[in-house]
């Protein structure tokens, strides 16, 4: 079985290693890196193009966090959690979801509802409370043996890069990547770390000090992620086919 050691927050090198991501730290990195904020603090960004970090402010940076938390966990994982198909809505899904025509909230959650900190944080434990849940009663042969097949793009294999195993190119579809379930769910954990890691950067560049030593583990060993360069990182172009 897969089990949860708070202090290993990285995907084992050695297969043997059972152990999944500490999902619950990420609540108290975000609650200790946002304390104290004012909303002028919070809603800091720059929509630059060659400033691509900083297009998302600290409280969005939060938003998203928990959007990522809810919708990935929905949908890779909502037939383990819900097998009868009776999914909870803690948010309207039709208004959530990436690149689908009419969707009200591009990768945040809906502002006109979920704005101040503490609704937003309240939203990621939800999220990260279906995350306990697969990597807690699901074996880890299943989370292993579990395998899908995405489009590549520049992003997914610089980021997959980090990752001893679980993921790489498809070997039966050109321009495609195959992932297992155990590495999907690192993954999610590294996404989020990183976003946790932006809102550092965030506080920074505004002459704000950092509340607390980050793990550099993840997409956050990746310069354009940990904040070594500025430079926007590789885009989601698709990898071509052929």
């Known amino acids: ?43 800091f960004d720059d929509l630059s193009p060659e400033n691509e970090w900083m297009w998302w402010s600290i ?60 609704d937003l944080i309240a939203k990621v434990d939800v999220g ?20 899908t097949s995405v489009r590549g793009t520049a992003f997914w294999e610089y980021a997959i890069t980090t990752l001893p195993r679980g993921a790489g190119p498809d070997p039966a579809q050109a321009g495609h990547l195959r992932y297992s379930l155990e590495a999907s769910l690192w993954m999610v954990f590294y996404e989020m770390l990183t976003h946790v890691r932006t809102i550092q950067r965030l506080k920074l560049h505004q002459g704000l000090h ?11 060993r990746l310069p354009h992620y940990w904040g070594d360069t500025n430079e926007n990182g590789p885009g989601m172009e698709r990898t071509p086919i052929g």
């Open 1 to 43: 079985m897969a089990h949860v050691d708070q202090n290993i927050v990285e995907m084992p090198d050695d297969e043997s290693v059972a152990v999944m991501p500490p999902y619950r730290r990420l609540i108290d990195w975000i609650q200790t890196e946002v304390a104290g904020l004012t909303d002028e603090q919070l809603d």
């Open 59 to 118: 409280r969005r940076q939060v938003s998203h966090i928990g959007w990522d938390a809810l919708v990935f966990t929905s949908r890779r994982c909502g037939r383990l959690l819900w097998p009868d198909g009776d999914v909870p809505a803690p948010i309207v899904w039709e208004d959530h979801q990436m690149s689908k025509a009419g969707a009200r909230w591009d990768r945040v959650l809906d502002e006109d509802l979920f704005w101040d900190i503490p």
């Open 128 to 147: 990260i409370s279906w995350l306990e849940r697969v990597v807690t009663e699901q074996p880890i042969e299943m989370l292993r043996a579990d395998l």
């Open 210 to 220: 950092v509340a607390q030593e980050l793990p550099r583990v993840g997409y956050l």
